[in-house]
Every structure is written in structure tokens, then in C-alpha cells.
């Protein structure tokens, strides 16, 4: 069963304050991990895909890596908006589902 | 523009009632999806479709049921059979087998009165 882990559950940023979030997961060969955004009461709005170890993607203050066993979502010198939820999610091979992970929940203070 | 559309996005349920979430997309995708999530539980995934007249159960399908007649709508129902249905449910879709990630909804929030 593929299974996703995500750490820590909650963090406290002061702005300015660069972090990471974890995501580690086990999966039966995997095809795609992807990391989503999430405001309160709306949905989940993608932000990444990576697809093998060692392949990175930045945006704005993101920027994700990927290795065998993990990705880091790393948040350089957050702002307020940035906070939110962030959401990653594994997909295996052969398989059209997302195992999702519970979520880092990131709140950047002024 | 392109998109998922959920609606209502507040809904109440009585007791023994039965209520439809509805789920439309124009984004030409074959495959969709419905979550249901809770509080520090993260996304469950309730059913699935790959193909119209065509879907399957996920994890946690126990009361409820979906249908799958045109490939723009996946609406699904909460049954009275479904005994702690308050929650976010959300809708998604992908491009199919090939997925490259899921178009999510804005959601629903069902709380049961």
C-alpha cells in the first residue's frame, strides 16, 4: 500500500524565516509525486510535479526536491501569503490514484 | 476558462436524507475523482471513474454512490446508509491513464442538522 508521510503537522514561520516541509512515502515504483497548495475551505491548487530522484522545480519562494524515499518543499523567506496547507501527494506505477499525505499546515507571521 | 465546478458549496443534510453533490468539468478529462476530507485525516478517497459508464470504489464508498453518464459529470450521492457524512468533499480530474495530476474543485462542505 503506497503510504505518505508529512512533517512537521504544523509550523509557525516568522516572515523572512526560510523553512522546509517533508513528505516521505513508500510506493511499488513511483510515477509522479506532486505537492499541492490549500487555503482554507477551497481546494487544492497544484504546484509541483517531479518525477525521478534528484529533479528539482522552483516557483516564486518554492522550490521542491525530490530523492528516493522523500521530497522537501523548501519556502525561502516566506511572506503571509504563503501560508496555507500544503498537500503531497505519490502516484505508483500502473496506477491512475493519488495516495495523499495528511498535509503541513504553514502559518507566516508579520 | 477551463475548470471544475463543484456546487452547492454549503449544503445541509437532515437526518435519513439522501443529497447529491454536483461535479462538472470542461476540461475535456477523462477520469475523475471523489475526496472526502476531515480534519487531520488529509484526502480518502471515495470513488473513482476512468471512462463514462464506468467507476469504482476507493477507499471509504460505504454510503455513498456516484454515476458516471457524460464525461463533463460525476455527481455524488450521499445516502442516509452514510452515518457521519459531515465533512469537505472535494472533486478532482485528470487526463486519464498517462495522469500528470489532478484538477481539483473548490468543494463542499455538507454538515448533517
Given at each position: 500500500e503506497d503510504q505518505v508521510t508529512q512533517s512537521p503537522e504544523a509550523l509557525r514561520l516568522q516572515e523572512g524565516e526560510s523553512s522546509s516541509l517533508n513528505c516521505s512515502y513508500t510506493v511499488s515504483g513511483l510515477r509522479g509525486l506532486f505537492w499541492y497548495r490549500q487555503d482554507p475551505g477551497k481546494g487544492p491548487e497544484f504546484l509541483f510535479t517531479l518525477y525521478s530522484a534528484g529533479e528539482e522545480k522552483e516557483k516564486e519562494r518554492l522550490k521542491a526536491t525530490l530523492t528516493k524515499k522523500e521530497s522537501f518543499l523548501h519556502i525561502t523567506a516566506p511572506k503571509p501569503e504563503d501560508s496555507a496547507t500544503y498537500l503531497c501527494a505519490v502516484q505508483a506505477s500502473g496506477n491512475n490514484r493519488l495516495a495523499f499525505g495528511k498535509g503541513n499546515q504553514v502559518v507566516v507571521i508579520p | 476558462d477551463g475548470g471544475i465546478t463543484q456546487s452547492p458549496k454549503y449544503l445541509f443534510r437532515k437526518e435519513g436524507q439522501n443529497v447529491t453533490l454536483s461535479c462538472e468539468q470542461n476540461l475535456n478529462h477523462d477520469a475523475m475523482y471523489w475526496y472526502r476530507q476531515d480534519p487531520g485525516q488529509g484526502l480518502r478517497l471515495i470513488y473513482y471513474s476512468q471512462i463514462v459508464n464506468d467507476f469504482q470504489k476507493g477507499d471509504i464508498a460505504e454510503g455513498y454512490s456516484v454515476s458516471r453518464e457524460k464525461k463533463e459529470s460525476f455527481p455524488l450521492t450521499v445516502t442516509s446508509a452514510q452515518k457521519n457524512p459531515t465533512a469537505f468533499y472535494l472533486c478532482a480530474s485528470s487526463i486519464?491513464?498517462?495522469?500528470?495530476g489532478y484538477t481539483f474543485g473548490s468543494g463542499t462542505r455538507l454538515t448533517v442538522v
Amino acid at each position: 500500500e503506497d503510504q505518505v508521510t508529512q512533517s512537521p503537522e504544523a509550523l509557525r514561520l516568522q516572515e523572512g524565516e526560510s523553512s522546509s516541509l517533508n513528505c516521505s512515502y513508500t510506493v511499488s515504483g513511483l510515477r509522479g509525486l506532486f505537492w499541492y497548495r490549500q487555503d482554507p475551505g477551497k481546494g487544492p491548487e497544484f504546484l509541483f510535479t517531479l518525477y525521478s530522484a534528484g529533479e528539482e522545480k522552483e516557483k516564486e519562494r518554492l522550490k521542491a526536491t525530490l530523492t528516493k524515499k522523500e521530497s522537501f518543499l523548501h519556502i525561502t523567506a516566506p511572506k503571509p501569503e504563503d501560508s496555507a496547507t500544503y498537500l503531497c501527494a505519490v502516484q505508483a506505477s500502473g496506477n491512475n490514484r493519488l495516495a495523499f499525505g495528511k498535509g503541513n499546515q504553514v502559518v507566516v507571521i508579520p | 476558462d477551463g475548470g471544475i465546478t463543484q456546487s452547492p458549496k454549503y449544503l445541509f443534510r437532515k437526518e435519513g436524507q439522501n443529497v447529491t453533490l454536483s461535479c462538472e468539468q470542461n476540461l475535456n478529462h477523462d477520469a475523475m475523482y471523489w475526496y472526502r476530507q476531515d480534519p487531520g485525516q488529509g484526502l480518502r478517497l471515495i470513488y473513482y471513474s476512468q471512462i463514462v459508464n464506468d467507476f469504482q470504489k476507493g477507499d471509504i464508498a460505504e454510503g455513498y454512490s456516484v454515476s458516471r453518464e457524460k464525461k463533463e459529470s460525476f455527481p455524488l450521492t450521499v445516502t442516509s446508509a452514510q452515518k457521519n457524512p459531515t465533512a469537505f468533499y472535494l472533486c478532482a480530474s485528470s487526463i486519464g491513464r498517462n495522469n500528470y495530476g489532478y484538477t481539483f474543485g473548490s468543494g463542499t462542505r455538507l454538515t448533517v442538522v
